[in-house]
């Protein structure tokens, strides 16, 4: 029998980073329509404009303090972009570093703090995996947090080598990097990875990162979650748990990606249902129907950021950025699948919108890429050589920096004039994936794969719902800055 | 974490105002273990934070009324980010999500019943990044606005122990900074006398970071470094306030191994009020006549200048090609005695 929709507003929405209040339309068990609010406006991108060109360096990276690193490159790629600058190899091995470090470490961040506490819930006490869970999982005294936070930590101390400390570092610049590695110091890098994957290859895999990264397609995953006990690693566990609570049948998103790529590792692209293209960035727009924010579609080389909190079609300081008018999603997944790992190929083959579980996996699967990669890098340093080219002459007029955060692509659009910011704009990963409906209508990604969740009678925070949301990763502070 | 008290433990409460989270993300390294373990040590439990909490929605509003009708004893609010008192003092640039309340009135009603209230970074302190430029926001720090008195919670706020806010000043602070302070109040080690004159504690504000700094001998001949990634003094070119920023940076390292300067980069004075809105650009030192405008806090200027003139004039050669290149080209070594 069908009811009529009753609303659920969802709030304080926790464990990810910043402000998130989701408005629910539910019907027949189930979400029909999902409204995402950011409900934080801070400004940078109006703080910045009538500063010094190379104050964005010290600005733009305090939007966000879980993926400040990426903030700094995107800033400094902007303006290497104004320049002409380039970077000599050691620059461009310690960027990636320093940037790999910062991706690395979100993700492992997101899965133990920020998503497995959900699998705790007390909801869950009837499965048979629920003590398990409980141990692992649990939020404040779960072991995987316990044992693996001192790890994230130690792991960060490269942070304190190249990059003086983190969060907010002003080591990234347009030319490079402001500190050189001396053969001491690589020796050092060297050893601080070698800990961190024995910690993941020991707690969160329980297995190889050669292994995990070796994984090529869905068989091969659930032959390997088959091949050992359930409680056999935390990825093996939440792969069971994800079996039981059916995660491949939850959120899916609009099945168009975008990856700007990165490190040189992971290539960019689009693909959107069967075919993968060029992304160009030219094709980007933002749409301000149901922002809080004066004006109409503008490319973010020309948009501006002017708040309008009494505007009634609005309901979150988060725009909508469209790419040739179609809603994106971005992140790990976007990622590996732009990429063409064999596993997310196959997922997204099976799933063309990906799931809460193939969203985890892409995030697990990524660490277990990235860390490998981090050891060649070190491996290629050249301790006697250039870490930074001298500053270029920024000329007037725009530039753009492209970089892939954790969360997925981040943009910032930058134009000088007089040496002065005249323009700044900025798209952060998760505007892309929770943005609120554009002048047609169109929800944004998190808004579509909301679309279904079950709710469960009684439920004032439904948990479906949260596992959908922090699937994504959600970084509000980044996406209204 | 469940909303309960008993009298043996300190609890607290933790907010995140208009923040970029990176306070929270700074205190997760503590110790290199991470914050809620490094707090337990000394009785310290976090009742909620939006971080590590497993309760959200009307579970995680229901730990906060309690807390703001006094249900469950606060013995201490930490703040993290501005409080945002726009637009047109509505604070609706901040709602907290689910409540239909601005931040703002949520964290006075807090703070009014709160034994202590701990500001966490520059933003909470003073109204750091987002008051920058004309301060869109109106963005404050929770009992300053930059330099001034006249913060969210009014210029005479005192918390239930008679203490002004402690101000955990940084962008971000030092994670020691921040379990050291509350272990302190979670032992009753904090009195006025432990704060400078703008509410930070004086364990770390009765240093600067220019102590310790790993520039030293550079510093000493006024050997300047001219461009990123050289390994001279970053004073005299390149923006460093280090020897006017409170911090035990360069004593204490971050994460591990590392500081501003030892990174490579100006120490931006980011404990001060107003560090976000410099005179110049951050990465330049102001300069009248060739002088840098921000000398070190207390030394008279013609002393600075005729010692510098000095020290340039004794600066040995290892020293000055050193200056000018990201890695030692000439390294420290005497001349071979002879033989007799």
Request: charged share 20%; hydrophobic share 40%.
């Amino acid at each position: 029998m069908t009811q009529n929709p009753t609303r659920l507003i969802v709030g304080p929405f926790n464990r990810v980073e910043g402000d998130l209040e989701v408005t629910l339309d539910i019907q027949d068990g189930a979400v029909a329509e999902a409204r995402v609010n950011a409900p934080l406006y801070r400004g940078f991108e109006q703080i910045l404009l009538g500063r010094p060109a190379a104050d964005c360096l010290v600005i733009a990276p305090r939007i966000c303090g879980i993926c400040s690193v990426s903030q700094s490159v995107a800033a400094a790629r902007a303006l290497a972009d104004l320049g002409q600058a380039s970077m000599p190899d050691n620059g461009s091995l310690a960027t990636n570093l320093i940037l790999a470090c910062e991706n690395a470490a979100d993700h492992l961040t997101h899965f133990m703090l920020f998503f497995a506490p959900d699998l705790a819930r007390s909801c869950y006490s009837e499965h048979p995996w629920f003590q398990t869970a409980r141990r692992r999982f649990a939020a404040g005294d779960g072991e995987c947090a316990r044992t693996l936070l001192p790890a994230r930590a130690r792991f960060l101390h490269l942070m304190g080598l190249l990059a003086g400390k983190w969060p907010h570092s002003l080591a990234l610049q347009p030319g490079g990097v402001t500190k050189g590695i001396d053969p001491g110091e690589k020796i050092r890098l060297l050893s601080i990875l070698a800990e961190f994957r024995e910690a993941l290859e020991t707690h969160l895999f329980a297995d190889s990162l050669e292994s995990i990264a070796a994984l090529n397609g869905i068989a091969a995953l659930e032959a390997w979650a088959d091949a050992a006990p359930f409680d056999r690693g935390d990825f093996r566990l939440f792969l069971h748990i994800a079996r039981h609570l059916n995660f491949t049948g939850l959120g899916s998103g609009p099945g168009r990606f975008i990856s700007s790529g990165s490190f040189g590792l992971f290539a960019p692209g689009v693909w959107d249902r069967d075919a993968l293209t060029v992304f160009d960035p030219t094709q980007v727009t933002e749409d301000h129907a149901h922002s809080w924010m004066e004006g109409t579609t503008a490319s973010p080389s020309a948009g501006k950021t002017i708040p309008s909190p009494d505007k009634p079609e609005g309901y979150s300081w988060c725009k909508a950025p469209r790419l040739a008018g179609q809603v994106a999603e971005v992140g790990a997944l976007a990622r590996q699948m732009v990429d063409g790992h064999p596993l997310i190929r196959d997922l997204i083959k099976t799933r063309p919108g990906g799931s809460v579980q193939d969203r985890v996996v892409a995030r697990l699967l990524e660490l277990a890429r990235l860390i490998p990669a981090m050891e060649t890098w070190i491996r290629a340093i050249r301790p006697a050589e250039p870490f930074c080219f001298p500053p270029t002459d920024l000329g007037d007029g725009p530039g753009t920096g492209l970089v892939e955060a954790a969360r997925g692509t981040l943009g910032h659009w930058i134009g000088l004039d007089g040496g002065r910011i005249a323009h700044y704009q900025i798209i952060a990963p998760t505007t892309w994936n929770f943005s609120p409906r554009d002048a047609q209508g169109n929800p944004g990604a998190l808004e579509m794969a909301l679309a279904g969740t079950p709710v469960l009678p009684g439920e004032t925070t439904p948990v479906a719902v949260q596992h959908v949301v922090r699937s994504f990763d959600p970084c509000m502070v980044c996406t209204v800055h | 974490m469940a909303a309960s008290s008993s009298s043996d433990t300190f609890n607290l409460l933790w907010l995140q105002a208009a923040s970029c989270g990176g306070c929270t993300m700074s205190a997760l390294a503590a110790d290199d273990t991470e914050l809620l373990r490094s707090l337990e040590r000394f009785g310290i439990r976090m009742l909620w934070h939006p971080s590590l909490s497993e309760e959200s929605g009307t579970e995680a509003l229901s730990i906060l009324e309690d807390c703001a009708s006094g249900r469950v004893r606060l013995d201490c609010l930490c703040v993290e980010g501005s409080v945002l008192l726009g637009p047109q003092g509505s604070g609706r640039f901040q709602m907290l999500s689910g409540s239909g309340k601005p931040m703002m009135e949520w964290i006075s009603r807090l703070a009014a019943q709160a034994s202590t209230v701990v500001a966490v970074g520059s933003c909470a302190a003073f109204g750091g990044v987002p008051a920058a430029g004309h301060n869109p926001t109106d963005a404050r720090g929770l009992q300053y606005s930059g330099w001034d008195l006249g913060g969210a919670l009014g210029k005479t706020f005192r918390s239930g122990s008679g203490l002004p806010v402690v101000n955990i000043a940084g962008c971000a602070p030092h994670p020691g900074w921040m379990v050291e302070t509350l272990a302190a109040l979670a032992l009753g080690n904090i009195s006025a006398e432990h704060l400078d004159a703008l509410g930070r504690p004086r364990t770390y504000a009765d240093h600067l970071a220019h102590h310790g700094c790993g520039r030293n001998e550079f510093y000493e001949f006024k050997a300047s470094a001219a461009r990123p990634s050289d390994r001279g003094c970053l004073m005299e070119n390149l923006g460093c306030r280090a020897t006017q920023a409170p911090g035990d940076c360069n004593i204490r390292r971050w994460n591990g191994y590392g500081s501003c300067t030892d990174g490579g980069y100006a120490c931006i004075n980011c404990t001060s009020p107003c560090f976000e809105t410099p005179s110049g650009p951050f990465q330049e030192t102001a300069k009248v006549a060739g002088i840098p405008v921000g000398l070190p806090v207390d030394m008279p200027k013609a002393w600075f200048v005729a010692l510098a003139a000095l020290s340039k004039s004794a600066t040995p050669q290892r020293v000055r090609t050193n200056a000018h290149a990201d890695h030692v080209i000439v390294p420290p070594a005497r001349k071979p005695f002879k033989s007799p």
